[in-house]
């Protein structure tokens, strides 16, 4: 049930009190709160669990004043925004002064994205009039798999009344995070891309003339550039097509319990009764769709291991790939010992 007025207005006035807000967005659901209200953002990170230090996006109402938020603002963000938002793309800019420094994690930097989920903007517009700013990173606890459904959000926050509303907007459309382009030290560093996601480097390259530069070492911190994160409580294990059949076999001889996701037939499995399996689509766009939803759902299944085949290494799933490796970062052993 998508929210009415009243409740749009009723969670506009929560985040006026500095009380946080979950609500649906494109790419994932964010829990959000008042981004000039320090107190009110320091309660993102209080339920959470995330530690301080890790900058939130800043999301803004469409036709938002960015020179509010921003200073120095560069022309391929000008570009960048007329082609992409309200829309998955994040661009980190220089912070304008009268910006707390706390939504930002201390940096000199803001993250800014315009969603374009109807409930989103409807927030947006409501919360001080479409002028404010409402920070939110996604609405899961710190380095867990990010929610997609609103139900996702209740599972992982249960009753806790430190949120005070969660919106449900239904599931969200593009499945995993904004891509995020930092364009702060653009005159020395270029445009360089921290996070993929569904508008990607070759996207970005078609409006301002250049492919970003990967994020090295000294591009400044961001969560979801943490190894190991959107990672489910069961190991996951990301593993080859050509190495499918091979794990299988040995799942099977040590009797150990798994779950499968893969999109290419795998005909020996099919007759498993060992492995709860999804088979994923082949569209890079309905797989990102329903990837977190899945991995929720396999996570819940009670085995031992997740494995996942490994999506084609293509640019277009750069954002996919990213967000698996992450999910499988501790588990590279794991792969070795299931082929030893
Ligand atoms: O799609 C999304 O971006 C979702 C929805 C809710 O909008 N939000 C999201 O937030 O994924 P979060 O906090 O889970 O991830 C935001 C990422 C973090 O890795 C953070 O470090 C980075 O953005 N970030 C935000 N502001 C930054 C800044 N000033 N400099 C560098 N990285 C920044
Ligand atoms: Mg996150």
């Not at 003339?209 to 190894?227: E, N, V, W, Y």
């Not at 499918?244 to 001889?253: D, G, I, Q």
């Amino acid at each position: 049930m998508v929210p009415d007025s009243n409740e749009i207005h009723l969670a506009a006035d929560a985040l006026g009190k500095g009380q946080l807000v979950a609500f649906p967005t494109e790419t994932v659901y964010g829990l959000g709160a008042d981004a000039e209200n320090p107190d009110a953002v320091a309660a993102i990170y209080a339920l959470k669990g995330r530690p301080s230090g890790h900058p939130l996006i800043v999301h803004l109402a469409p036709g938002a004043d960015i020179a509010y938020w921003a200073e120095a603002i560069p022309e391929e963000a000008r570009k960048l925004i007329d082609a992409f938002w309200p829309g998955p793309l994040t661009l980190i800019l220089k912070r304008a002064a009268h910006i707390p420094s706390a939504v930002a994690g201390g940096q000199d930097t803001i993250g800014l994205r315009c969603p374009s989920h109807p409930v989103a903007q409807a927030l947006l517009l409501t919360f001080k009039a479409g002028k404010g700013g409402v920070a939110a990173p996604s609405a899961n606890l710190f380095g867990h798999v990010s929610p997609t459904l609103a139900r996702h959000v209740r599972d992982e926050f249960g009753n806790d009344t430190r949120l005070a509303v969660v919106l449900d907007g239904g599931q969200s459309e593009v499945g995993i995070e904004s891509t995020i382009l930092d364009l702060s030290r653009i005159d020395t560093h270029g445009p360089v891309l921290l996070r993929p996601g569904k508008i990607s480097a070759t996207d970005i390259a078609r409006v301002t003339g250049r492919i970003p530069a990967k994020a090295d070492s000294t591009a400044p911190r961001a969560s979801g550039t943490l190894l190991s994160h959107y990672a489910p409580d069961t190991p996951v294990v990301l593993v080859a097509t050509s190495q499918m059949a091979e794990v299988f076999s040995t799942l099977k001889k040590k009797g150990i319990p798994a779950a499968v996701m893969h999109y290419s037939s795998l005909p020996d499995v099919s007759k498993e009764h060992l492995f709860t399996r999804i088979v994923m689509p082949l569209s890079v766009e309905a797989y990102s769709h329903e990837l977190y939803a899945c991995l929720r759902r396999l996570d819940e299944a009670g085995v031992d291991v997740i494995i996942v085949e490994h999506p084609p290494e293509d640019i277009a799933w750069d954002g996919v790939n990213d967000r698996l490796r992450r999910a499988a970062h501790d588990t590279k052993d794991m792969l070795e010992k299931l082929l030893g």
